[in-house]
């Protein structure tokens, strides 16, 4: 069987009604996005930080994967299926994939502050004062700007091994996860999934079905 690496973005949720920040000039939920994913925002003000979060999670409860979700998932009926996401919410787990990447991390998880790797269940809000194993304060289990991304490592793994590589709603802005394109094998196909215009900058053919996630899903199926 082929091997299909998908690396998701804002743009796969989006038509569950995930709104993205860069849907809104750096906004994200009417946050400038620095106050609520970035360390320093976090140090400043964690209180903001701590709630931005879990109303994130609410809003989550209340929204279903779409048909893009459940598309790729059925695809490992005859592919051997790989998800490298950005997002960090579970849709495509709720959707039946079985073999997800979270890079920036996972709403329904929460850290220590300290160490990275104290890693539980959230199933409820995280308020000052909660402390992990290690005494220090409780956090989302969410990568911000400005720190390390653990598992790029094992998404590079991946991507060495793909067959078929697949981008869909993201806009290959944020690094480091923009960079995967350069680990996929030069005999790979590659498309991109998005209704926004691309500027390929890489050395390599990339080709882009102009439409949303599930529209775009509908397209590829038919091509591979």
């Not at 320093?40 to 994130?56: C, H, I, M, S, T």
């Not at 394109?181 to 498309?191: G, H, L, M, N, P």
């Not at 209704?195 to 990339?206: A, C, E, S, T, W």
Request: a negative charge; glycine letters at 6%.
């Amino acid at each position: 069987m082929k091997t299909i690496v998908f690396l998701t973005g804002a743009g796969m949720s989006a038509e569950s009604g995930i709104r993205t920040f860069r849907d809104s000039n750096g906004l994200w939920e009417n946050h400038d996005i620095m106050e609520v994913a970035s360390i320093e925002g976090w140090q400043k003000n964690p209180a903001l930080v701590l709630d931005f979060y879990n109303q994130r999670r609410k809003q989550l409860a209340n929204v279903q994967p779409n048909k893009g979700h459940f598309l790729i998932q059925e695809l490992e009926q005859k592919f051997i299926v790989k998800i490298i996401t950005q997002n960090v919410d579970d849709l495509h787990e709720r959707a039946g994939s079985s073999s997800i990447i979270h890079l920036h991390g996972e709403l329904k998880k929460m850290r220590s502050e300290i160490k990275d790797t104290q890693i539980y269940d959230c199933t409820k809000d995280i308020k000052l004062g909660d402390k992990a194993q290690d005494g220090s304060q409780l956090r989302p289990y969410i990568v911000w700007f400005g720190e390390q991304v653990p598992m790029f490592e094992k998404a590079i793994d991946e991507c060495l091994r793909a067959d078929i590589f697949v981008i869909i709603g993201t806009s290959l802005q944020v690094y480091p996860a923009a960079s995967l394109v350069d680990y996929v094998s030069k005999q790979a196909e590659i498309y991109l999934i998005d209704p926004n215009d691309f500027q390929n900058n890489y050395n390599r053919k990339i080709t882009h079905i102009k439409k949303v996630a599930s529209e775009g899903m509908e397209e590829l199926i038919k091509k591979i």
